[in-house]
């Protein structure tokens, strides 16, 4: 079977190495099923307890096994500076794969319970798809990897990267972050790395969202329009915070009519309706702190356009501290950081 195009300038052009740590080679993974079947890991999951999971996960390490995935909380890299703080769209923060003779069959199993509790239940299937359907379908945690930063009990992070995935667990270690820190997804449905408009997205989990932010767009008058509508997209990781004082792409949403806003809440539901119950009122909190959706700004880009059809590929949800940036060609990455603290940085 021939594999798919993967093609992608910013997903091709992001390899990730960490010079100072040796190559440790670990045994493929077997042609398994994505999941890791276990009375332990669905219970843990159901209980959506990802946080004691990470610090069961971090006590079962061995001594060589932390000194390659577990790092200081402020572990500086000599080329990226603090690692913790990074995202990307296609990277592997440590090498060995969880999937893999490097970790045990039970160290497998709690991973891949946290990754099941970072989601709503219906949406593991989902995302299980967009990673296989990315990889070539290897199975789940052939293709990604894990860092511990801190440690649990006391400050600590844990961050699941692979393609098109950097997601987090931090048990409120940062209370001005949701989510711990930037997340990442994407997703490659077709066997093509552009497309054609007239048969949409065939297959991505994602672009419901896309389709259901347009209806915004059509509600809008002329004038608006004008405003919302811009010419040139952002740079791709350019989802850094700007602060109060920064200038937002696009038309604000204290402009928008009560109808054209209870839209875009039904778009910001749809957003993040995947993610656990937890994360989705952090974002709340944030948002609330600096001033809700109001105090944001809301830009479509014509650059981009696949079909030059007027139906918008990549838009962008822009505020003090809140940016959720939906790049869909030529497929889609989505870029996600929120805080309620304008000063954190952001190590992209």
């Known amino acids: 079977m021939s594999k798919r195009n993967l093609s992608c300038p910013d997903c091709d052009g992001d390899s990730f190495e960490l010079d100072r740590r040796n190559f440790i080679k670990v045994a493929g993974a077997t042609a398994a099923a994505a999941a890791l079947p276990s009375a332990l890991r669905a219970a843990d999951a159901a209980n959506g307890n990802p946080e004691s999971l990470v610090k ?73 798809k967009q990673l296989q359907d990315d990889t070539n379908n290897r199975p789940w945690g052939s293709a990604q990897s894990i860092a511990l930063f801190g440690k649990p009990g006391e400050k600590f992070e844990m961050v699941m990267t692979g393609r098109h995935l950097t997601v987090r667990v931090d048990g409120n270690s940062i209370d001005s972050m949701a989510f711990g820190g930037p997340v990442f997804h994407g997703h490659q449905a077709s066997q093509t790395s552009g497309l054609n408009e007239k048969i949409g997205h065939p297959g991505n989990i994602w672009w419901p969202q896309a389709l259901e932010a347009n209806k915004v767009f059509e509600m809008l008058d002329g004038k608006q329009r004008e405003k919302a509508l811009v010419a040139q997209l952002p740079a791709e990781q350019s989802v850094g915070f700007r602060g109060t004082d920064g200038k937002f792409p696009g038309i604000s949403v204290s402009e928008l009519s009560a109808d054209q806003k209870a839209q875009l809440q039904k778009t ?81």
């Open 56 to 128: 069961k996960l971090y006590d079962s390490l061995t001594e060589s096994q932390r000194k390659e995935v577990a790092f200081a909380w402020d572990h500086q890299d000599d080329k990226l500076g603090l690692l913790r703080t990074r995202v990307s769209n296609n990277w592997q923060i440590t090498k060995p794969e969880i999937r893999s003779d490097y970790y045990t069959k039970d160290q497998q199993e709690i991973c891949r319970a946290i990754y099941e509790g970072l989601f709503q239940p219906d949406w593991v299937k989902q995302i299980d």
């Open 268 to 348: 910001v539901k749809l957003v993040f309706e995947p993610y656990r119950n937890t994360d989705q009122d952090e974002v709340k909190q944030c948002l609330s702190k600096q001033g809700g959706l109001d105090a944001c700004s809301l830009a479509f880009y014509a650059q981009g356009d696949i079909g030059d059809d007027g139906v918008w590929d990549n838009w962008r949800l822009e505020g003090p501290a809140f940016v959720f940036y939906f790049r869909g060609s030529p497929h889609v990455h989505m870029w996600v950081n929120i805080g309620s603290d304008p000063a954190v940085k952001l190590n992209a």
